[in-house]
């Protein structure tokens, strides 16, 4: 995995976590398929951690610039030192106290927004919404998807206790309320399930500024 190999100097579970994420993760595979067909142009990657997604896009020639935020300073430097060579900058940013996005083509927030209170993710989602100019690609915990969403939220509050990785709430609104901010702000929607080989119930919404539907 040549994006593996970037983080060869960051720590050892770092190397691990990120060699697991971009194995078994679906989320990756998704978005760097859904990237192949429609270049993503200007990235703004919400919620980026250390970085892999957008370092897979770079490497990948799938996107032309990206900036990664995250509140964890410690994550950021380790995405920057993966992320070195690529036109990849990073920036801290506490989402809560600021929920502003500079513009960008495409605007990721993966795993990112059922972290939060209600209050901080309708703010993030708005913010999210002006500043892509063509698309945001969302994963998020789907809260009715039956026996998959109880087994999702328990794994993730299991997640909580024994990983510096996760924060601290699981709150996941519904996907139809995601959908219809998004769909007011000018966007067309899509929701397609995002767990493919696992029993969790993620979800990837696809949203594309009205315009662009039918252009790709």
Same mark, same amino acid.
């Given at each position: 995995?040549?994006?593996?190999?970037?983080?060869?100097?960051?720590?050892?579970?770092?190397?691990?976590?990120?060699?697991?994420?971009?194995?078994?993760?679906?989320?990756?595979? /998704?978005?760097?398929?859904?990237?192949?067909?429609?270049?993503?142009?200007?990235?703004? /990657?919400?919620?980026?951690?250390?970085?892999?997604?957008?370092?897979?896009?770079?490497?990948?020639?799938?996107?032309?610039?990206?900036?990664?935020? /995250?509140?964890?300073?410690?994550?950021?430097?380790?995405?920057?030192?993966?992320?070195?060579?690529?036109?990849?900058? =990073?920036?801290?940013?506490?989402?809560?106290?600021?929920?502003?996005?500079?513009?960008?083509?495409?605007?990721?927030?993966?795993?990112?927004?059922?972290?939060?209170?209600?209050?901080?993710?309708?703010?993030?989602?708005?913010?999210?919404?002006?500043?892509?100019?063509?698309?945001?690609?969302?994963?998020?915990? /789907?809260?009715?998807?039956?026996?998959?969403?109880?087994? =999702?939220?328990?794994?993730?509050?299991?997640?909580?206790?024994?990983?510096?990785?996760?924060?601290?709430?699981?709150?996941?609104?519904?996907?139809?309320?995601?959908?219809?901010?998004?769909?007011?702000?000018?966007?067309?929607?899509?929701?397609?399930?995002?767990?493919?080989?696992?029993?969790?119930?993620?979800?990837?919404?696809?949203?594309?500024?009205?315009?662009?539907?039918?252009?790709?």
């Amino acid at each position: 995995m040549v994006v593996a190999q970037r983080y060869r100097s960051c720590s050892r579970f770092t190397r691990h976590y990120v060699r697991a994420k971009l194995a078994r993760d679906p989320v990756h595979r /998704d978005i760097l398929a859904l990237a192949a067909e429609e270049k993503f142009g200007r990235v703004v /990657d919400v919620g980026c951690g250390r970085g892999q997604l957008s370092v897979a896009l770079l490497q990948a020639g799938l996107a032309d610039a990206a900036l990664g935020l /995250d509140c964890n300073v410690d994550r950021l430097v380790e995405a920057a030192r993966a992320g070195a060579g690529l036109n990849f900058a =990073t920036r801290a940013q506490d989402f809560v106290v600021d929920p502003s996005i500079p513009e960008a083509d495409t605007v990721l927030l993966v795993d990112v927004l059922y972290q939060l209170a209600p209050a901080a993710q309708a703010a993030l989602l708005d913010s999210a919404a002006h500043a892509a100019t063509s698309r945001i690609l969302i994963r998020t915990l /789907d809260p009715e998807r039956g026996a998959r969403s109880w087994i =999702t939220r328990g794994v993730e509050r299991l997640f909580r206790r024994v990983l510096p990785n996760s924060g601290a709430l699981v709150q996941p609104q519904p996907v139809a309320w995601l959908r219809e901010v998004l769909e007011e702000r000018g966007f067309a929607v899509a929701v397609v399930p995002c767990w493919r080989g696992t029993v969790l119930a993620n979800v990837l919404l696809v949203a594309r500024r009205s315009g662009m539907v039918g252009s790709s």
